[in-house]
């Protein structure tokens, strides 16, 4: 982009590095805010697929510096995502986000959190603790936790593939409540495959299991019992949740109704506003159909949102 400085970045994050790219607005300008992107679920890397990219020259056209990394054993990044926590992947977006506040020319006061999908759940649970954020932002964030969203995601793939029956549907969905009951009692990987080999491999686990190795199935042991509306309820700060209104990967109007709930608690900071967009008929990367990328209305709503923070 004519006019604008990227540049590869490392920085720690306990004991592993983390490798990303920098972008200010305007070589030797400075910054009104910055931003620490945080990309979703898998071996994401600093542009999240092709998410990033157009949500960077955006925000960097309205004087925003943004920070992206490769996730834990993605790209130039060491360690392995497989490995972590969702915890582990929170003081990853911490550590970035110290990073780009001590960049001269970032004020280190506006600089927040903007986090996709699972990446949601990372930024809340980064941000919930600390007194010293100023904003979060969450896009297509499930306000459920992760076994709940996964079921619901398949139950969606499995009633738009017309090849399955619904007696394939109603044995995958079956298999998916099993497996995710044997990560309750930390069964081992051994287990979970005689779960899958004694359904007789029903064709549409494949959107849920196609990938799913050992350490994998260690990960998501660990991840699918995360309840994000904790987090939620101990915000301390203005929160934009972004959503499109025909995304088939999560349950929005169950989103929709935890992000009501935990702003109405008691224990929720009165300065910790909510702000809810819904995009009619957008999808998981906010896309209306056909399109490549969200439309410029989406860009146009959060950079108006920070820049009145």
């Known amino acids: 982009m ?20 920098l972008s200010v607005p305007r070589r030797g300008a400075a910054a009104h805010a910055g931003v620490v992107l945080v990309g979703g679920s898998g071996p994401t890397d600093r ?18 510096a943004v920070l992206s990394y490769d996730k834990r054993g993605v790209g130039g990044s060491s360690g392995d995502w497989r490995a972590a926590t969702l915890t582990d992947l929170a003081a990853d977006a911490a550590a970035a986000l110290g990073f780009l506040r001590s960049r001269p020319g970032v004020p280190s006061g506006t600089v927040g959190f903007f986090g996709h999908s699972e990446g949601g759940w990372v930024v809340l649970r980064a941000a919930t603790t600390r007194d010293d954020i100023p904003w979060v932002v969450t896009n297509s964030c499930p306000g459920t936790t992760p076994a709940v969203q996964e079921r619901h995601a398949l139950a969606q793939h499995l009633s738009e593939a ?13 298999l998916y409540d099993r497996l995710v009951e044997a990560g309750r009692r930390d069964a081992d990987f051994a287990t979970a495959m005689r779960l899958v080999d004694q359904a007789g491999r029903p064709p549409g686990l494949d959107f849920y299991w196609g990938d799913v ?21 101990g915000l301390r700060c203005p929160h934009l949740a972004l959503l499109g209104g ?10 929709l109704r935890a992000l009501g709930t935990s702003v109405a608690h008691a224990s929720r900071p009165r300065h910790a506003t909510l702000t809810v967009e ?32």
């Open 2 to 21: 004519e006019g604008v400085e990227t540049r590869d970045v490392e920085f720690p994050s306990g004991p592993v590095r983390l490798a990303g790219s």
């Open 47 to 64: 542009h999240n697929g092709t998410f990033f990219p157009p949500l960077r020259r955006h925000l960097l056209d309205a004087g925003i």
């Open 162 to 174: 017309h090849a399955h029956s619904r007696d394939d549907v109603d044995r995958t969905l079956d």
């Open 213 to 233: 190795g050992e350490s994998f199935w260690n990960f998501l042991k660990r991840k699918q019992d995360h309840d994000p509306t904790g987090d939620l309820r």
């Open 246 to 255: 025909a995304d088939r990967l999560i349950p929005v109007a169950d989103t």
């Open 278 to 309: 819904v995009f009619p008929g957008a999808d998981h990367r906010l896309r209306l159909p056909d399109a490549a990328e969200p439309p410029p209305e989406y860009f146009t709503r959060l950079t108006d949102w920070l820049r009145r923070r």
